[in-house]
């Protein structure tokens, strides 16, 4: 179930997530850092693959969980939670909240992203969260059904490329254009504390942090090239 908006409000969502190879990516590993997460004032928890949902789902049992699938497939460049299959892997594992790329990319063998929201409103009736890149699909995105959307992907695409997240500018003209029903996430380069207030300023409802957190091997990467360079 999710939460009252209220209770969501300028809070802090961790992306508890670790790349392929890494021994951070064990599921009990996973559960254990969202675990703490939770217990230390984070509104939800934000996760990668149905093994991971639902080892996080048996531990804690009342989290909020947003969750998604990275799959990559040859024929697109969307590889967040792509297709129907994916969507409905994450939500039997006990997602909360389903994100999606919603992006205008093309999608894996020619899935269309409006039939993909319906289907998921009719059949599962799961709130959705739109990863975007831009005013444009953002706006969309939550004209065809979605509930959140999210910056995710700002900087990331082929269109956006030369963008560096955080999404500071995208934010403002989301919030004044979306519903007010609609969350506004900032997702993407949050690095510190003040960054999070930056975004919380700009317009976002919530804030999602994940490497500057979690990401042990990415920011060990960091420091030792920082300490080196």
Not at 23 to 39: E, N, T, Y
Request: charged share 20%; proline share 7%.
């Amino acid at each position: 179930m999710i939460p009252n908006p209220e209770s969501l409000d300028q809070g802090l969502i961790v992306s508890v997530q670790a790349p392929q190879g890494s021994p951070m990516r064990d599921p009990d590993v996973i559960a254990a850092m969202a675990d703490a997460a939770l217990r230390n004032g984070a509104v939800g928890v934000r996760l990668e693959s149905p093994e991971h949902i639902g080892a996080v789902r048996r531990r804690c049992p009342d989290a909020l969980i947003i969750g998604l699938w990275k799959c990559t497939f040859p024929d697109s460049s969307v590889y967040i939670t792509p297709g129907w299959k994916e969507i409905q892997a994450v939500w039997s594992a006990g997602a909360d909240v389903i994100a999606i790329d919603a992006t205008a990319r093309p999608r894996p063998a020619g899935q269309d992203l409006a039939a993909l929201i319906q289907r998921s409103r009719d059949e599962l009736r799961a709130p959705l969260m739109a990863d975007v890149d831009s005013l444009e699909n953002g706006l969309r995105a939550a004209e065809l059904g979605c509930d959140w959307v999210g910056t995710t992907l700002y900087g990331y695409t082929e269109d956006t490329a030369q963008q560096c997240p955080p999404a500071f500018d995208l934010l403002p003209p989301l919030r004044a254009e979306l519903a007010s029903s609609v969350r506004l996430i900032c997702e993407g380069g949050i690095a510190s504390p003040a960054d999070a207030r930056l975004a919380l300023q700009a317009g976002a409802d919530t804030v999602v942090v994940g490497t500057a957190i979690t990401g042990v091997d990415l920011q060990v990467i960091a420091y030792r090239q920082g300490m080196i360079s």
